[in-house]
């Protein structure tokens, strides 16, 4: 498989990093990188990845107040992560180390609720453990601050355009959208006011996957993007247009015919304006490479 095709795709900086697609270990090479880049760890061995975690996945050593502390880190890659966690991956540790005096770190992908951070540093306060919690946000943030360690485990759309000065993808991309887009819409709904929620749903999802690959693939141009969300708010009223001029209750129009009517004939002005947008569009994305 090509190295570059299995890092997971980051669609935009408004989306959430997709640590939980990395493979584990995967995700442990890169809290690897972040504790040497981002948190100063010296000396660093990584136990974990030979399996053999139980002084931890990652060890290391941190200059705190003119003395050289001992890290033990434990990684969780994690949906979901609980007091219970916590409390078990800190006594994994001290079941191999009872005298342990240094610092226990434990980098999460998940988030960590204030009560389970809590009652876990109650816990560990009973266990006289200094402890330090980088759940995924923190470790997003931090992650995001390292561009080097972005581009080695994601693929983002950055690379994306520069493999791709020319924005051919992105117009051919649009283009594909819009027909396919206009073609399925008139499919999808002539006659079918009994599949109307099902057809609605499928035009929806059509809408929602292209969006989010030409967003992917134009997050450089925030001029292009506004561009793109009047589309996607026409392409809505489309889908909402069509929806009630179709419906119906009981076998029965939900609105009267002349009100179907109106709501079609509206359509076929914004399918007007649906194309005009998308060629300007088109237009601004020439422009912008030229």
């Given amino acids: 498989m090509n190295k570059e095709s299995s890092k997971p795709l980051i669609v935009s900086s408004q989306y959430t990093l997709p640590f939980l697609q990395l493979d584990p270990r995967r995700f442990e090479d890169l809290c690897l990188r972040v504790c040497a880049l981002k948190y100063d760890l010296k000396n660093i061995e990584h136990p974990g990845r030979s399996g053999a ?5 990652i060890r290391g050593y941190l200059q705190k107040d003119g003395k050289e502390i001992l890290i033990i880190i434990q990684v969780k890659r994690y949906e979901k992560i609980s007091k219970g966690d916590l409390v078990e991956a800190l006594d994994k540790i001290l079941v191999e180390s009872p005298n342990f005096s240094g610092e226990f770190w434990i980098i999460t992908s998940a988030s960590v609720s204030k009560n389970a951070r809590d009652q876990f540093g109650e816990d560990a306060i009973k266990k006289n453990v200094n402890f330090r919690i980088i759940e995924g946000s923190v470790l997003e943030g931090d992650v995001r601050s390292l561009p080097e360690v972005l581009e080695e485990f994601f693929a983002t759309p950055i690379k994306a355009l520069s493999r791709d000065p020319t924005a051919s ?8 959208f819009e027909d396919e887009f206009l073609m399925e819409l008139d499919r999808s709904f002539a006659g079918n006011s009994v599949l109307i929620n099902e057809r609605q749903k499928l035009m929806g999802d059509i809408l929602r996957v292209a969006m989010l690959e030409l967003r992917s693939e134009m997050a450089l141009f925030s001029e292009n993007l506004e561009d793109l969300m009047r589309i ?11 929806k009630f001029a179709g419906e119906t209750v009981d076998g029965r129009p939900l609105w009267g015919a002349d009100q179907a009517c109106k709501a079609l004939l509206e359509n076929e002005s914004k399918r007007a304006e649906f194309r005009k947008l998308c060629e300007a569009l088109r237009s601004r994305i020439r422009q912008d490479f030229s």
């Fill in 232 to 242: 996607q708010m026409t392409a809505m009223r489309m889908i909402g247009n069509y």
């Fill in 169 to 176: 993808k992105i117009i051919k991309r649009l283009q594909l």
């Fill in 53 to 57: 975690d139980g002084g931890g996945d």
